[in-house]
T-cell receptor
Framework: AQSVTQLGSHVSVSEGALVLLRCNYSSSVPPYLFWYVQYPNQGLQLLLKYTTGATLVKGINGFEAEFKKSETSFHLTKPSAHMSDAAEYFCAVSWGSGAGGGNKLTFGTGTQLKVEL | NAGVTQTPKFRILKIGQSMTLQCTQDMNHNYMYWYRQDPGMGLKLIYYSVGAGITDKGEVPNGYNVSRSTTEDFPLRLELAAPSQTSVYFC??????????????FGQGTRLTVV
């Protein structure tokens, strides 16, 4: 069955430290991959996406993610955390029309990022 | 651009009451979606639409109904509210492609409590 997994429901880092949020998918067909961020009491905002081409994708606010097909992963990183990065982060996948997924997104369960002074 | 607009932002319902969550988008997107978000569960797809007059069930459709009479609007109807429907509801839209590789744009959410 196709699924997406985010390891760690809560991650805490110090300001200035590396941020690493993990996302793995389970599928024989590589999906299209997205990271969204949700600030308190707001909707979801797209951080970055991988659909084709270069496997290292840069997004907004200094975040980037690398698609690794051999590891079925799409981990999100930021070299230096800022207090304003505190939010919930969701990995999402679309398996695309060819795999019967159409344009629907399937979300992971989310990772709450806490940034401490 | 307003993007995706949801109303109301908050609502408290009594068990058995009905209500409609409104969603409208001004991006001329063909796809629209309703998700619910529960703590620790991520977002679950309730219903989606690929265009006016066409809707289909998602992962958790029981207890909900939808309609899509125009490109812009995609209301979600709760007929007999139950405590299990206490959640945050998000409407989203996307410009669907043949490959299925486009991102969705989200509204601000409706926080619904059923008591």
């Amino acid at each position: 069955a196709q699924s997406v997994t985010q390891l760690g429901s809560h991650v805490s880092v110090s300001e200035g430290a590396l941020v690493l949020l993990r996302c793995n998918y389970s599928s024989s067909v590589p999906p299209y991959l997205f990271w969204y961020v949700q600030y308190p009491n707001q909707g979801l905002q797209l951080l970055l996406k991988y659909t084709t081409g270069a496997t290292l994708v840069k997004g907004i606010n200094g975040f980037e993610a690398e698609f690794k097909k051999s590891e079925t992963s799409f981990h999100l990183t930021k070299p230096s955390a800022h207090m304003s990065d505190a939010a919930e982060y969701f990995c999402a996948v679309s398996w695309g029309s060819g795999a019967g997924g159409g344009n629907k997104l399937t979300f992971g369960t989310g990772t709450q990022l806490k940034v401490e002074l | 651009n307003a993007g995706v607009t949801q109303t109301p932002k908050f609502r408290i319902l009594k068990i058995g009451q009905s209500m409609t969550l409104q969603c409208t988008q001004d991006m001329n997107h063909n796809y629209m979606y309703w998700y619910r978000q529960d703590p620790g569960m991520g977002l679950k797809l309730i219903y989606y639409s690929v265009g006016a007059g066409i809707t289909d069930k998602g992962e958790v459709p029981n207890g909900y109904n939808v309609s899509r009479s125009t490109t812009e609007d995609f209301p979600l109807r709760l007929e007999l509210a139950a405590p299990s429907q206490t959640s945050v509801y998000f409407c989203a839209s996307s410009q669907g492609t043949v490959r299925g590789n486009t991102e969705a744009f989200f509204g601000q959410g409706t926080r619904l409590t059923v008591v």
